[in-house]
């Protein structure tokens, strides 16, 4: 019988209307609710407290229900099991028992109905170890306890080496193909089935199924080592190799820098050098102020250096990679990784990132060349002629001393005298996604008061979305608040994907449900947490408000533009739903939303002043938006850089040189092959920590802009809140998740069937979008 978190199901009139109820009770929600959720914390901790008495919650049950105990407390995500880190170790037991369970009645059950339900069940199967290893992926990365995180790293270490095992099971293999190529049964399966059964399918063989036992042995091994290398690599991105460097007082004297900032140095023992940090204000200040370039490199280097262990971390995971490669039968890690992907081989993403590389590098030398005449002219040097020339001038240390430079001799204003952020609150921005999301998905945000241990800080906020047709569609958990020991790094997790819940299913507890009006289902809703590390502004005389800058505003939208993809993404089986398409395509709503974030249109609907409420003047956007397009063209060079360092990483030559791997040098020859920005000194490569997390496909940022580029183009950039175009993208993209092919998607999208072959012709004209 499934508990209170879970009050009614498909067959369960009570529960339905108590839905019904709270459906519309969300579609009334007060104006200013969820702006000031985010801007006012006395606001937020009133609302927590009133917002639901005890009465209304057990009536609420769905939201903030008993738990097994008749408690009205739960455990993380509303899961009882995890309100310690014990409880996560027992869940992932009980997990790990279930799919036990699971696999043991899948190989037992021979009949035709049990044929039929296989895919199903392995697809639950797949389900019950996921919502462990992504919950574990979640904790590792932001919870605040320490023993959380320890228990995470164990529980996901085991669950992982299970699923590993899983994949390199014959009998289960055996039985999927029997079910996928036995016709009198496979023509009775729908579509997601038969979808899922291949993708199921293609794991298997991509882990050595069809191979010895030896070699799945292999497999095992390299996974769960490629795994924990690839962990430890990720824990140590952000740390530089020293905190300080020291530079003698004499010559940081005379360089320009401020009088003030020096001040604010400390010196060594001998008091003959500063000690200046690596990291943060004081290092910045420098780069921007000083004029002897050998203080910017030494500067400029520490601060994008790691130490020798972590180099060593990453040659360790390209070599295993390669090795993992060589088991498979494959020429290299890229290989191997992008077979069923939309670029589907190296070839192909070479080609694209290279014909990106020659129509992009003119352009960006032509954003250089003020900064190469600067100095230039500083240096008393004549002005750089050629491409070439320009490119050999400017190094990366000299960009932010040179447009310091340029900004003064114009007497500009720095734009952060202009208080753009003081327009975009969190809060109001917030807001403005949610009207913007209902102007053309039809769904809203609506701020709900999370249980006692439903988040694992008080600065989370829970948020419902509401669809204006369907009602509860999905959980986002914001946890987007400065806070110690937090990591730096935006990001999406998914915690819990959409699936249906079918018949037989009884032990509920540990997840949250909604129904669907459209198909009469009940199904697993999508559990987001979207994480940021906003600071408070100076302004905020309770050091509580916080004020975006632009580029953040554009941060936020990224990560929504993840967050509705899952939420619209419901599809019966997990394996496709919402994020779970393929690597190369996943990228492309979220960085769709970048445009809607530097559209003039959408941020004056949105930006009010967090005081007067009056509008952001559009004079001040216009030169905003004007700023932050300075060396657009650098930096989608930079990004391409980026992208064919990951392909160099994990090519042939990595293979055929496995044990000789210098990560540095490869660095350093591709950075001076590009010419563009030249680091030649720094080992930043130590620092990329996309190199685990898209190992090969890294290439899908620029990829997925270029297909966003012209989805903007023909959908929205006549009018950015149509309801008909954001209609057409949820029906041709969204709505669909990993259950049909992207370049179908694309075509459907743009109206040019011609693009759903994915060829070489259709890789060239996504390269050719104007705008990325």
């Given at each position: 019988m499934l508990k209170t978190l879970v009050p009614w199901n498909k067959a369960s009139s009570r529960g339905l209307s108590t839905f019904k109820r709270f459906a519309t009770a969300a579609s009334k929600v007060r104006e200013g609710q969820l702006?000031?959720?985010?801007?006012?914390?006395?606001?937020?901790?009133?609302?927590?407290?009133?917002?639901?008495?005890?009465?209304?919650?057990?009536?609420?049950?769905?939201?903030?229900?008993?738990?097994?105990?008749?408690?009205?407390?739960?455990?993380?995500?509303?899961?009882?099991?995890?309100?310690?880190?014990?409880?996560?170790?027992?869940?992932?037991?009980?997990?790990?028992?279930?799919?036990?369970?699971?696999?043991?009645?899948?190989?037992?059950?021979?009949?035709?109905?049990?044929?039929?339900?296989?895919?199903?069940?392995?697809d639950r199967l797949s389900d019950t170890l996921c919502r462990v290893i992504d919950l574990c992926e979640f904790i590792r990365a932001s919870h605040p306890d320490s023993q959380f995180v320890k228990a995470a790293q164990q529980c996901?270490?085991?669950?992982?080496?299970?699923?590993?095992?899983?994949?390199?099971?014959?009998?289960?293999?055996?039985?999927?193909?029997?079910?996928?190529?036995t016709e009198a049964i496979r023509n009775q399966l729908p579509a997601e089935d038969i979808k899922?059964?291949?993708?199921?399918?293609?794991?298997?063989?991509?882990?050595?199924?069809?191979?010895?036992?030896?070699?799945?042995?292999?497999?095992?091994?390299?996974?769960?080592?490629?795994?924990?290398?690839?962990?430890?690599?990720?824990?140590?991105?952000?740390?530089?190799?020293?905190?300080?460097?020291?530079?003698?007082?004499?010559?940081?004297?005379?360089?320009?820098?401020?009088?003030?900032?020096?001040?604010?140095?400390?010196?060594?023992?001998?008091?003959?050098?500063?000690?200046?940090?690596?990291?943060?204000?004081?290092?910045?200040s420098i780069l921007r102020g000083c004029s002897d370039e050998s203080i910017r490199m030494k500067i400029w280097t520490a601060m994008h250096s790691c130490s020798e262990k972590q180099i060593g971390r990453l040659t360790k995971l390209v070599q295993l990679r390669a090795m993992l490669a060589k088991i498979m039968g494959k020429n290299s890690f890229a290989q191997y990784q992008l077979e069923g992907k939309m670029a589907k081989n190296p070839k192909y993403v070479l080609g694209f990132i290279q014909s990106l590389v020659a129509n992009t590098r003119p352009k960006a030398?032509?954003?250089?060349?003020?900064?190469?005449?600067?100095?230039?002219?500083?240096?008393?040097?004549?002005?750089?002629?050629?491409?070439?020339?320009?490119?050999?001038?400017?190094?990366?240390?000299?960009r932010d001393f040179y447009n310091t430079l340029n900004s003064v001799r114009q007497q500009r204003k720095p734009l952060s005298d202009e208080k753009i952020s003081s327009y975009f609150s969190l809060g109001t921005v917030m807001e403005g996604l949610s009207h913007l999301f209902h102007s053309i998905y039809g769904i809203k945000f609506v701020p709900v008061a999370a249980k006692t241990g439903e988040t694992w800080s008080s600065d989370v906020r829970r948020i419902n979305v509401v669809s204006d047709s369907e009602g509860l569609i999905g959980v986002v958990y914001c946890d987007l608040f400065e806070r110690e020991g937090k990591t730096s790094s935006p990001a999406h997790f998914t915690v819990c994907c959409s699936r249906q819940i079918y018949e037989g299913e009884t032990d509920l507890s540990n997840i949250q449900t909604g129904f669907s009006k459209e198909s009469?289902?009940?199904?697993?809703?999508?559990?987001?947490?979207?994480?940021?590390?906003?600071?408070?502004?100076?302004?905020?005389?309770?050091?509580?408000?916080?004020?975006?800058?632009?580029?953040?505003?554009?941060?936020?939208?990224?990560?929504?533009?993840?967050?509705?993809?899952?939420?619209?993404?419901?599809?019966?089986l997990q394996n496709i739903s919402g994020t779970r398409c393929a690597t190369d395509f996943v990228e492309l709503p979220s960085i769709?939303?970048?445009?809607?974030?530097?559209?003039?249109?959408?941020?004056?609907?949105?930006?009010?002043?967090?005081?007067?409420?009056?509008?952001?003047?559009?004079?001040?956007?216009?030169?905003?938006?004007?700023?932050?397009?300075?060396?657009?063209?650098?930096?989608?060079?930079?990004?391409?850089?980026?992208?064919l360092l990951d392909q160099e990483l994990h090519s042939q030559k990595i293979l055929q040189n496995v044990l000789e791997v210098d990560v540095v040098a490869l660095y350093h020859r591709l950075e001076k092959d590009l010419q563009v920005l030249v680091d030649?000194?720094?080992?930043?490569?130590?620092?990329?920590?996309?190199?685990?997390?898209?190992?090969?496909?890294?290439?899908?940022?620029?990829?997925?802009?270029?297909?966003?580029?012209?989805?903007?183009?023909?959908?929205?950039?006549?009018?950015?809140?149509?309801?008909?175009?954001?209609?057409?993208?949820?029906?041709?993209?969204?709505?669909?998740?990993?259950?049909?092919?992207?370049?179908?998607?694309?075509?459907?999208?743009?109206?040019?069937?011609e693009l759903s072959k994915g060829d070489e012709n259709a890789m060239r004209f996504i390269g050719e979008a104007k705008d990325l």
């Open positions: 702006r000031l959720s985010f801007d006012d914390q006395e606001y937020w901790r009133k609302f927590n407290s009133e917002s639901f008495s005890l009465e209304e919650s057990k009536e609420k049950g769905i939201f903030r229900g008993q738990n097994a105990d008749g408690n009205f407390q739960t455990g993380l995500f509303q899961n009882p099991y995890l309100t310690s880190p014990v409880g996560l170790r027992k869940f992932s037991v009980k997990s790990l028992a279930l799919a036990g369970d699971l696999v043991d009645e899948m190989r037992s059950n021979k009949t035709t109905q049990g044929y039929l339900q296989y895919i199903k069940k392995l996901h270490e085991e669950m992982y080496e299970f699923m590993n095992y899983l994949n390199t099971d014959k009998s289960l293999c055996e039985i999927l193909k029997h079910v996928l190529g899922v059964g291949h993708i199921l399918l293609e794991d298997f063989e991509k882990s050595g199924i069809d191979m010895s036992s030896e070699v799945g042995e292999q497999f095992i091994s390299l996974s769960q080592e490629i795994s924990l290398v690839g962990q430890d690599f990720i824990n140590n991105t952000e740390y530089v190799r020293s905190n300080f460097i020291k530079i003698p007082c004499q010559k940081l004297e005379q360089s320009g820098v401020s009088g003030l900032l020096l001040q604010q140095l400390s010196k060594d023992l001998k008091g003959q050098n500063y000690k200046v940090p690596t990291y943060g204000f004081a290092a910045y030398a032509e954003e250089l060349t003020t900064i190469a005449n600067l100095k230039a002219k500083h240096l008393s040097l004549p002005n750089p002629q050629t491409t070439s020339e320009i490119l050999n001038t400017v190094r990366p240390w000299d009469g289902t009940v199904f697993q809703l999508p559990v987001i947490s979207l994480v940021c590390n906003f600071r408070p502004s100076t302004a905020s005389k309770d050091g509580n408000l916080y004020l975006l800058q632009l580029s953040d505003v554009e941060t936020l939208f990224h990560e929504m533009g993840h967050a509705m993809h899952s939420m619209l993404g419901r599809t019966p769709l939303m970048e445009h809607f974030a530097r559209d003039i249109r959408v941020l004056s609907r949105i930006g009010s002043h967090y005081e007067t409420r009056d509008k952001v003047p559009e004079d001040l956007l216009t030169l905003c938006l004007s700023e932050s397009s300075y060396l657009q063209n650098t930096e989608t060079f930079s990004q391409a850089k980026m992208a030649d000194k720094s080992n930043w490569c130590g620092r990329f920590g996309h190199l685990f997390g898209y190992g090969s496909s890294y290439y899908s940022y620029l990829f997925d802009r270029a297909i966003a580029s012209k989805v903007w183009e023909h959908m929205f950039a006549a009018d950015p809140y149509s309801r008909a175009s954001g209609e057409k993208f949820k029906d041709s993209v969204l709505k669909w998740g990993g259950l049909r092919d992207p370049w179908e998607c694309i075509a459907d999208a743009l109206q040019l069937q």
